[in-house]
C-alpha cells in the first residue's frame, strides 16, 4: 500500500508502510473524504482540524473510558481503574486532580536545573566525537529520569521500568497491542518494590503525597488511593510521559536537520526554541491518531456515524490542515505565527504533562545546540519505532 495519488483512499494504524509517510493519503482525506469509513477494520476516521477538534473536546458524546488506542477499544477488554487517560468525568478529573499536584507551574521551574544537569551528564561524554544519537543518547533516557525525579524513583531503577513499558506499548512490525503477549495495559507491578520501600521511608516526592493524600471518590466516599490504582498512576505516567517526549526529541532532531537554516537560526538565538518546539508537535505529532467510542448517533459531513461505532481522531492530518493552519500547512516553519495544534489534546483530556514535555525538549535542544550546532542524521540507520500508540524514532543518529 503506498500513497500516491491514484490510490483509492485508505487507512490504518498498523499499516506500517502507510505510517512511514501518512501524509499525502491524510490530505486526500481531508479533501476527498472528510468522513473516511475502513470497512476491513469496522472504523470511521476524521481528518479535518475542526472535526478532530469537536470530538476530542465532547467527551459525552465521544468517551474514552473503552481506550484511545483502537484495538483496546475494539476489543471490548476491561479498563483497570486509574488508567487516566482512559478514562472520562468525573472519574477522570478526580484522578487528575490528584495527579495535577505533581505538575504547578512552581514544582515544573523547579525541576529545570535538575533536568539540565541530567542532560549535560548525558552530552558532556559526546562531546569531541564525531556522532549523537537524539534518541538513545538522550531522548529514551532523559523522560523518564524527570519521571523518576517526580516520584522519587532511583535511577537505576530506569532501566525495569523502561522494559516494563516496553513489553506493552511496542509491538511486531504491523502488529497490535493486543497481541502482545502479557497483554496491552501494565498493572505497574514493576513499581511495587519501590512502592513498598516509601510505604516504609516516606520521602519528599509525588509517591508519598499520593500515598498519603485523601480524596472524595465518584461515589462520595472519602478514602485514600488503593494500591492498584497508585501503581496504575505511577505507571500511566513514566509510560505516557516518557513514550511521547522521546519521540518529540527524535522528531526534532530529523527536521532541524533537514532544515539547516532553521537550525542555524535557532542556534544563534535560543528565544526561537519555543516557538520551534510547538512547529515540531504540530507538524510531526507523536500521537498520530486517538480513538474514540461513540456514545450517540452523530453526524458529520452529511452521514450519520452510529452508537457503538469507533471513531478515529487523524491529530497528525489536523494539525496540517490547511483550513486551520493557512495554504502552507504543509510546510515546515519554526517562525510560524503560533496557533492552537492538537498534539497535547484538547479539553478533559489535555495533557496534563504538557508544560514538562516542552521544558524537557527546550533544554534538550539547548544544550545540544550548544556542543553541537551542526548536525545531520543518517536516516539510513535509524530506526523507527513498532508501535500503535506513537510515532516516532527508536534511534535517530547524527553526525555532528
Known amino acids: 500500500m503506498t500513497t500516491s495519488s491514484t ?7 498498523w499499516n506500517t508502510e502507510l505510517n512511514a509517510d501518512p501524509y499525502p493519503m491524510f490530505k486526500r482525506f481531508r479533501d476527498e473524504s472528510p468522513l473516511y469509513y475502513n470497512e476491513i477494520h469496522d472504523f470511521y476516521a476524521l481528518s479535518r482540524f475542526e472535526d478532530v ?14 481506550g484511545v488506542v483502537l484495538e483496546i477499544l475494539k476489543s471490548g477488554m476491561e479498563i483497570p481503574s486509574g488508567t487516566l487517560i482512559f478514562e472520562d468525568p468525573p472519574i477522570h478529573d478526580i484522578h487528575r486532580k490528584l495527579l495535577s499536584r505533581a505538575f504547578t507551574p512552581r514544582k515544573i521551574r523547579a525541576l529545570e536545573s535538575r533536568i539540565r544537569e541530567f542532560t549535560v551528564r548525558c552530552l558532556d561524554p559526546l562531546v569531541g566525537g564525531d556522532s549523537l544519537d537524539f534518541v538513545k543518547d538522550l531522548g529514551a533516557v532523559m523522560p523518564l529520569r ?12 530506569q532501566t525495569r521500568v523502561q522494559q516494563d ?3 506493552f506499548v511496542r509491538t511486531e512490525r504491523g502488529g497490535q497491542m493486543t497481541d502482545n503477549p502479557d497483554g496491552p495495559i501494565t498493572d505497574g507491578q514493576v513499581f511495587a518494590d519501590f512502592l513498598d520501600s516509601r510505604i516504609a521511608h516516606p520521602a519528599d516526592d509525588l509517591t508519598t503525597e499520593l500515598l498519603t493524600v ?8 472519602q478514602r485514600k488511593l488503593r494500591r492498584d490504582e497508585l501503581l496504575m498512576f505511577m505507571n500511566v505516567v513514566a509510560v505516557a510521559g516518557a513514550e511521547t517526549t522521546t519521540r518529540l526529541i527524535g522528531w526534532s532532531g530529523k527536521l532541524l536537520s533537514e532544515h539547516p537554516d532553521q537550525r542555524r537560526r535557532l ?3 535560543h528565544a526561537l526554541l519555543p516557538g520551534a518546539i510547538e512547529e515540531i508537535l504540530r507538524f510531526e505529532s507523536p500521537a498520530l491518531q486517538a480513538a474514540r467510542y461513540v456514545t450517540g448517533d452523530v453526524e458529520f459531513h452529511g452521514r450519520t456515524v452510529p452508537e457503538g461505532s469507533a471513531i478515529l481522531t487523524l491529530i497528525g492530518a489536523a494539525n496540517r490542515d490547511e483550513r486551520h493552519f493557512g495554504p502552507d500547512a504543509e510546510t515546515f516553519d519554526v517562525t510560524r505565527e503560533a496557533r492552537q495544534h492538537l498534539s497535547f489534546g484538547v479539553g478533559a483530556h489535555f495533557c496534563l504533562g504538557n508544560a514538562l514535555a516542552r521544558l524537557e525538549t527546550r533544554i534538550a535542544l539547548e544544550e545540544i545546540m550548544y556542543r553541537f550546532p551542526d548536525w545531520e542524521v543518517d536516516l539510513d540507520r535509524a530506526v523507527f519505532s513498532s508501535s500503535s500508540a506513537v510515532r516516532g524514532w527508536d534511534s535517530m543518529p547524527a553526525r555532528v
Not at 53 to 66: C, K, Q
Not at 146 to 157: A, C, K, S
Open 7 to 13: 490510490d483509492e483512499l485508505y487507512y490504518d494504524p
Open 146 to 157: 524527570v519521571v523518576g525525579m517526580l516520584f522519587g524513583i532511583p535511577e537505576d531503577y
Open 267 to 269: 542556534a544563534a538565538d
Open 214 to 221: 485523601e480524596f472524595e471518590d465518584e461515589t462520595g466516599v
Open 53 to 66: 477538534n469537536r470530538v476530542l473536546v465532547d467527551y459525552r458524546g465521544f468517551s474514552s473510558a473503552r
Open 165 to 167: 513499558g516496553e513489553r
